[in-house]
DNA sequence: TCCATATATCGAGAAATAGCGATTTATAGA
DNA sequence: TCTATAAATCGCTATTTCTCGATATATGGA
């Protein structure tokens, strides 16, 4: 987890939205009746609600998967992405602890 | 309190130390007497702790400042900063409650 | 008024990011 | 094997950010 980077990747109104429609897929299309059990969506109904095009939305799924903040999972020709959601937690946690009021070291914060 | 203008001011470790720094006054060195009571500190203590030079740190607290994060105030001619203790919960609250689990709407992010 | 000092602002070059279309890769199916 | 499709990667230009030194501004004191 490292903090720049999940901080680049949310500053970003775009990248910030797909992590809040991650949450409730009834944010997409109902999936293929074939990956109706699989957690996540395809990149596919992310880029239609985005409305980037297709190699920005992958760049964009990229880095919020670099940044720890979703895991991506392999079916077929599809990509499905699902937020990783202990990592959110551990950020946000990381986050305020670091610059919310309290006692807290510099120390922690790493270049 | 724009948090793409926040995010974005934190995503840098120095700032981010530099909001740290800024919860306890033992950080820097003692202020000069006529100050005592001035709530914050000086550039200058920021700059050698910090070790940027003197415009970048005018830079950084100036994006901290547009971002909401610290607040300033004028004694002479020193400018004093300290944390916005309220901006900075209403930050993290309002990241939390946008990325973090549970229910909340993406129609919330701006542009 | 004149000077010293603290900070802000300006201007610039380097580096990073944004977003796109084109291309490549991987996979399912005919 | 060949084709179609989903997604990733490449290459590009425009924009933004980074960081600095130089300059400007403001203020207190001689």
Redesign the interface.
């Known amino acids: 987890m490292d ?2 980077e999940a ?2 990747a ?4 775009i990248r ?2 797909i ?3 991650l ?2 897929r009834s ?1 997409f299309p109902p999936p293929l009746p074939e990956h109706a059990d699989v957690d996540g969506v395809c990149v596919g109904y992310i880029q239609e609600k985005a409305g980037v095009s297709q190699s920005t939305i992958s760049t964009y799924m990229s880095l919020l998967k670099r940044a720890g ?1 979703v895991a991506s999972e392999r079916h077929g020709r599809f990509t499905f992405y699902r937020r990783n ?1 202990p990592a ?2 551990t950020f ?1 946690d990381r ?2 602890g ?9 120390e922690d ?3």
């Open positions: 903090m720049n901080l680049m949310l500053d970003n109104p910030r939205r992590l809040v429609w949450k409730d944010n903040l959601e959110i937690r946000l986050l305020g670091e610059i919310g009021q309290g006692g807290h070291s510099s914060i790493d270049e």
